[in-house]
């Protein structure tokens, strides 16, 4: 069994007589993305800063790699830690650089080493180094602070990184670039990251798996899918209402709905592939693109096709127009399954 990077046990922190947080429990596996979500004062922004310690809980325990983190000094186990907050938290008075090097410093690295690695950071998160180290936070744009925060986060290359709310104060185009960056950084692959965020298809977006919280209590642990298409409770079904068609398709990929889909033939016309781990959302996004009149890879009134390219390089052409019908279908048969089930176990 694979040991947990992070393990909560009944926690608990109280202010006065208010509990903000109430024997919370859960483990991060080595590499997870773990989501932190809830309605405002839930506790999760208090859950995530006992990890470091920028909290200290009334009760209860973490553990870090099997570690009581109440063994090490605060400071020495936050340097083993990436930190991201909402408004990238930089020293306004140190460069982009010297905002970067805070840590290394603080671990004595060579100054060759600390160059090094600024450089490649600043590489990695698309900040020309020749042009931007020496600038202050203020001569960036609020997208360009948060990108130079995460590079801070990732300077020691820690196993672990917290993130607050780290997009919250872009503007939602810039959220999204940031958002599709941040999926795919080769340095964030094989971290143990706690996310807290209050957007929901955010948290779905980036999350392996969520623990949706309301007034300092674990209401439901579990994937995305788990949560949006069987909620444990009232409270859980009702914190997704909203949004709930449009989550639906984002945590449904591709391969979840084939064997619903019927296959078309394709020949002497263009196809768009996506993978078969691809939200249905995703695909469904691009309507205005594969119905533009001006669109040439398909005949006049033929409906678009896809390629669908499952987990063993087979592709499956179908039209775009079965897509809906056979997530209906896929949803039903969640549905019979989850009756099913409940009438096994009161039986």
């Known amino acids: 069994m694979i040991e947990a990077m992070i393990e909560v046990i009944a926690l608990t922190k109280t202010y006065g007589e208010t509990a ?56 020495r186990l936050r340097q083993g830690i990436g930190y991201v907050v909402q408004n990238s938290g930089l020293f306004p008075h140190y460069t982009v650089a010297e905002n970067i090097a805070v840590v290394p410093r603080l671990l004595k ?23 931007f180290a020496q600038r202050h936070p203020q001569e960036l744009s609020g997208g360009q602070q948060q990108r130079v925060g995460l590079a801070r986060a990732l300077a020691a290359d820690p196993p672990i990184i917290l993130l607050d709310e780290p997009f919250g104060a872009l503007d939602q185009i810039t959220r999204r670039e940031i958002q599709q960056e941040f999926k795919h950084l080769e340095s964030l692959l094989n971290k143990t990251m706690v996310l807290v965020t209050h957007d929901v298809f955010e948290a779905v977006e980036l999350c392996d798996r969520l623990c949706l919280m309301d007034g300092g209590i674990v209401q439901q642990l579990g994937s995305p899918q788990e949560l949006i298409f069987e909620p444990q409770n009232e409270f859980v079904r009702r914190f997704f209402q909203a949004n709930r068609f449009q989550l639906e398709l984002k945590v449904t990929p591709l391969q979840d709905v084939i064997p619903w889909l019927p296959v078309q033939e394709a020949e002497d016309v263009s196809i768009r592939n996506y993978p078969g781990t691809s939200s249905l959302l995703e695909v469904l996004e691009n309507l205005e693109v594969l119905e533009n009149p001006e669109n040439k890879t398909q005949a006049p009134g033929q409906s678009p096709l896809i390629g669908i390219t499952d987990a063993q390089g087979n592709c499956l052409i179908t039209a775009w127009e079965a897509l809906l019908p056979a997530f209906h279908h896929f949803k039903q048969d969640k549905f019979k399954a989850k009756v099913s089930s409940q009438v096994s176990n009161h039986g």
Do not use: H
């Open 20 to 75: 903000a947080v109430q024997n919370v429990s859960f483990q991060i596996a080595p590499g997870e993305t773990f989501g932190l979500i809830g309605t405002s004062g839930c506790g999760k922004t208090t859950t995530l800063k006992m990890l470091n310690r920028l909290v200290e809980p009334t009760a209860g325990y973490i553990l870090i790699q099997g570690e009581d983190i109440r063994r090490p000094p605060p400071e």
């Open 109 to 131: 690295w060579q100054e060759t080493r600390i160059q090094a690695r600024i450089r490649e950071l600043m590489q990695l998160i698309k900040l020309d180094p020749d042009q």
